[in-house]
């Protein structure tokens, strides 16, 4: 069974500072994992695939196979970046569901 | 304009009554997601479709049922409405390709049972 998680439901961060969003997944086949973000008052999109290997609104993430994680990072919080985040996993073959952790709130402190 | 929509966007019903939601998407995608989500809770799959005439049950037990007659149409229906059953709905779809795999979501319908 696939499954993510997301420790942290919370996460305050000033403004100009380092943000870090933690996400570990369980899988025993080859997934893909996404960042999803959630402004207020807006529909979830997509923020990050970790195949795309990009940079999104100043957001990267790395794709650690050995420790199954796919932490979301930005070197300087901006107001902007309030919103809530989802870590997602997804396969290519199976059942292809897509998976949500529990998702963070983060809050950049002005 | 491809996208996918979703209606009503807002709803409140009595108890006991019969509703669906209406989910289009206009990029000829295969697969087809509904999720429920409390206000800046998680999102729990609760049905999903590989394609026309293919519907599985996702991870969280819905009194919900869904329909795929057309590729671009797939409908939720609550045949009688509780209170529990308040919560926002998010329809998704899904686009595979070499360069991976992209869902996109609707706007979401908030639902409301009185």
């Known amino acids: 069974a696939q499954r993510v998680t997301q420790p942290e439901k919370l996460l305050s961060v000033f403004k100009g500072a380092p943000v870090e969003l933690k996400c570990n997944y369980s899988y025993s086949g080859s997934p893909e994992l996404f960042w999803y973000v959630q402004y207020s008052r807006q529909r979830l999109q997509l923020l990050l695939r970790h195949i795309s290997r990009e940079s999104i609104k100043g957001f990267t993430a790395d794709l650690n196979k050995g420790e199954t994680s796919f932490h979301l990072k930005k070197p300087f919080a901006q107001e902007e970046d309030s919103a809530m985040y989802y870590c997602?996993?997804?396969?290519?073959?199976?059942?292809?569901?897509?998976?949500f952790g529990t998702g963070t709130r983060l809050t950049i402190i002005p | 304009e491809a996208d996918i929509y979703q209606t009503p966007r807002y709803l409140v019903i009595g108890t006991g009554k019969k509703i669906t939601l209406e989910c289009s998407q206009t990029?000829?995608?295969?697969?087809m997601y509904w999720y429920q989500q409390d206000p800046g809770m998680e999102l729990h799959l609760i049905h999903y479709s590989y394609g026309v005439n293919s519907t599985e049950k996702g991870d969280l037990s819905s009194e919900s049922t869904v329909s795929r007659i057309r590729t671009e149409h797939f409908p939720l229906t609550l045949e009688s409405a509780r209170p529990s059953h308040t919560s926002q709905y998010l329809c998704a779809s899904r686009r595979q390709g070499i360069e991976g795999n992209t869902i996109y979501f609707g706007e979401g319908s908030w639902l409301t049972v009185v």
């Open positions: 990029m000829g995608h295969d697969k």
């Open positions: 997602a996993l997804t396969t290519s073959f199976g059942n292809e569901k897509l998976t």
